[in-house]
């Protein structure tokens, strides 16, 4: 199409005065496990190993996944006419696997010691956690972009959003492909969320649990307005031949803006003026 010959000259005019001096090597991002040792103390043997896998977990994976696993242990404690009945630890690690939807690969109780006067039960245990290891690439300057605004009174005309399109991933594509930046995606959110619901649904390994969650904000905003968007074909008629010859023209006019998400604060705005034969 026409309209993608204006793109590499117009994303290298906007992202030039944004570009980083220092690169990020690659790395992929995956799911890892890791090994802590943890205390936890309760009233009963079962209660204190809970509160040492929350403990555990909250080293790995922080305190919101951790409070997320002390709700849901919460509920494994069985009640029977007012008395707590404790299960055997076949069924009491059965439960863990339960409730923790794998957050808790496996666990084991180093040390269990239960204070006479009191009743109260203290352990140490080894548990290991599977996390999601992020992509160095994330330690860059993170940047989405998102669907232009087409100017009030402009027709939306198949024209003028295909050319909102094809710049806006155009743009995009540049920005990736320049390597300095983290570029996070802000058009197929629906099929992520998919995605998403399918590792939820079941029949997936547990560990892949850790996936979930760990989505990131933007540092910055990449919009603008679609001013003008025009094409039409120049008929020139060769005097001598009567040949007449047909150049195809396309342009556009975009203002573009780069926004600091955390303030609102205007980074860098203009105006760019496109147009190619």
């Known amino acids: 199409m026409a309209l993608q010959k204006i793109l590499k000259y117009t994303s290298s005019c906007i992202i030039s005065v944004f570009f980083l001096l220092v690169f990020s090597e690659f790395a992929n991002a995956r799911v890892q496990y890791r090994t802590v040792e943890a205390k936890g103390m309760g009233g009963s043997l079962q209660r204190a190993v809970e509160r040492a896998l929350v403990s555990g977990i909250s080293q790995v994976n922080g305190a919101v996944i951790s409070s997320r696993v002390k709700s849901a242990l919460s509920q494994s404690s069985k009640a029977n006419d007012g008395r707590k009945v404790t299960q055997s630890a076949k069924s009491f690690r059965e439960t863990i696997a339960k409730r923790t939807k794998g957050i808790v690969k496996s666990y084991e109780i180093l040390d269990e010691q239960q204070d006479k006067k009191s009743g109260i039960f203290r352990v140490v245990v080894s548990v290991t956690v599977p996390f999601f290891k992020m992509s160095s690439q994330l330690k860059r300057l993170k940047m989405a972009v998102v669907p232009m605004r087409i100017r009030k009174g402009l027709r939306k005309t198949r024209l003028v959003m295909d050319f909102e399109d094809i710049f806006r991933r155009g743009l995009e594509n540049y920005l990736t492909q320049s390597r300095r930046f ?4 802000r058009s197929f959110i629906a099929e992520q969320d998919t995605e998403g619901d399918f590792i939820r649904g079941g029949g997936m390994r547990q560990e892949e649990l850790a996936r979930l969650g760990t989505r990131v904000g933007t540092d910055y905003l990449v919009t603008g307005v ?3 968007a025009y094409s039409y074909v120049k008929k020139t008629k060769m005097r001598t031949t009567g040949q007449v010859i047909k150049t195809p023209k396309v342009g556009a006019r975009v203002t ?5 998400v955390a303030s609102t604060q205007v980074k860098l705005a203009g105006t760019e003026k496109l147009h190619r034969e």
């Open 182 to 185: 983290a570029i996070l995606d």
């Open 226 to 228: 679609v001013e003008r």
């Open 256 to 260: 573009y803006r780069i926004l600091d």
